[in-house]
């Protein structure tokens, strides 16, 4: 059965720019999660879907961040436009039932 | 708050050491349930094990064993004669189940473990 998979694994844009990420959850996964590491700093929650709907967005930084999960597949993280500080890698991780998130390897985002 | 500490930032040992990798969680929820996470130079993050609070035996996976400690409010990871495979970012992480257990994870800071040969 295929994991997590994310897509890039690296992206490096210049200030300005936009970048989108890509997350394909395990099949048939309801719960997909979005989480990010900034540099030395912990993991942290962005966003939680259910199928397509957002169950829980109170970590998205700001309305650069837009997080989509259409037809409740595979979701996609856009950020427009990127500045320094969201550098850092971007994991996605989906779950059946809550209790035992699957991740992905994450993306590693610079922005210069 | 709920929040997660791992004090030790990088642990060095050489192979067939034992190790202890310390997690300490504040929260004020009874129900709540705690993780590790392993992640290897490859770069996902491998579930482990997950604990909820209402139970507190200690737990042994093989080389891996864990010591859960609610009046410490301690969650430890021991790997018993470890080995090389070993060395990778480990992650201590606490979810509360209050009002339905969501999926969403406070991590630590994370512990590097370098296992030499």
């Known amino acids: 059965e295929a994991g997590v998979t994310q897509f890039p694994s690296h992206s490096v844009i210049e200030k300005g720019q936009t970048v989108t990420l890509r997350c394909d959850p395990i099949s048939g996964h309801d719960n997909l999660y979005w989480y990010r590491r900034v540099m030395g700093k912990e993991i942290k929650f962005l966003l939680h879907?259910?199928?397509?709907?957002?169950?829980?967005e109170s970590g998205m930084p700001n309305n650069r961040f837009l997080a989509e999960r259409t037809g409740g597949t595979y979701s996609t993280l856009k950020v427009q436009p990127a500045e320094l500080e969201d550098s850092g890698v971007y994991f996605c991780a989906s779950s059946q039932d809550r209790s035992k998130l699957f991740f992905g390897s994450g993306t590693q985002l610079s922005v210069l | 708050a709920q929040k997660v500490t791992q004090a030790q930032t990088e642990i060095s040992v050489v192979e067939k050491e034992d190790v202890t990798l310390d997690c300490v969680y504040e929260?004020?929820?009874?129900?709540?349930?705690l993780f590790w996470y392993k992640q290897p130079p490859s770069g996902e993050l491998v579930f482990l094990i997950r604990r909820n609070s209402f139970d507190e035996q200690n737990e042994i996976s093989g080389r891996y064993s864990w010591n859960f400690q609610k009046s410490t409010s301690s969650f430890n990871f021991t790997i018993t004669a470890s080995q090389v495979v070993d060395s990778a970012v480990y992650f201590c992480a606490l979810s509360e189940a209050q009002g339905g257990n969501t999926g969403k994870l406070i991590f630590g800071q994370g512990t590097t473990l370098q296992v030499k040969p």
């Open positions: 929260t004020r929820d009874t129900t709540y349930y």
């Open positions: 879907f259910v199928k397509e709907s957002k169950q829980d």
